[in-house]
């Protein structure tokens, strides 16, 4: 089985700008979460979609939003960039079947200058 | 207080030793856990996972579970180099598929 893809890789954007980054699961998972890395506060969870809806959220402002479609694809937006969004931006994917064990993407390196 | 805790180290085992890495969790909700591996400009790889209290072994890796210390460790037998890497504990309740993450232990194994 082909394993999470996430596109682009690397993302270099302004402050003000927005960015939409892309996550395709392992086939056969419905569940996406998202979450942002960095040095300072680890691995902070965002959001979490299933068969379209959102079903957790992390405490991050509303300029991070996502959405999931019917083939459980799944983007992440985020409005208004500043600075400190600059981060690794992991996606994983999982199956109620597994026991929701979380597999991850290879991330999107998003720089804000 | 962190959902989930771990020690930053870094942690350095020669080769061929046992490492043991530690981590707490504070909600007694938890119900699945897992061990992450990271190496450096890579993302997390899933290497164990476990839901009941006991030992959960799988190669050279060892997951230990105490749900009443509310306590996570992972036992690495005969430590090799290519073990160096950050190693992530998540614990959540599976049924929200909502997990919180620790901030990683690195581990330093010494040819």
């Known amino acids: 089985k082909a394993g999470v893809t996430q596109t682009p890789r690397y993302l270099i954007k302004t402050r003000g700008q927005q960015v939409t980054l892309s996550c395709s699961p392992i086939?056969?998972?419905?569940?996406v979460s998202w979450y942002q890395q960095t040095p300072g506060q680890g691995l902070q969870f965002l959001f979490e979609y299933f068969s379209e809806t959102q079903r957790n959220k992390g405490n991050f402002p509303g300029r991070f939003s996502g959405r999931q479609f019917s083939n459980s694809r799944s983007e992440m937006n985020v409005s208004t960039l500043e600075l400190g969004d600059s981060a690794l931006y992991l996606c994983?994917?999982?199956?109620?079947?597994?026991?929701?064990?979380?597999?991850f993407g290879p991330g999107t390196r998003l720089t804000v200058t | 207080q962190k959902e989930v805790e771990q020690n930053s180290g870094p942690l350095s085992v020669p080769e061929g030793a046992i490492a043991s890495l530690n981590c707490t969790y504070s909600d007694r909700g938890s119900q699945s856990f897992f061990w992450y591996r990271q190496y450096s400009g890579k993302s997390p790889e899933l290497i164990m996972f476990i839901y009941s209290n006991g030992d959960k072994e799988d190669g050279r890796f060892t997951a230990q579970l105490n749900k009443a210390s509310q306590y996570v460790s992972l036992l690495i037998r005969d430590s090799q180099p290519s073990d160096s890497a950050t190693y992530l504990c998540?614990?959540?309740?599976?049924?929200?598929?909502?997990?919180?993450f620790g901030s990683g232990t690195k581990l330093n194994v010494k040819p």
């Open positions: 086939s056969g998972h419905r569940s």
């Open positions: 994983a994917s999982s199956s109620i079947d597994s026991g929701y064990e979380q597999y």
């Open positions: 998540a614990a959540g309740q599976y049924n929200f598929n909502k997990f919180y």
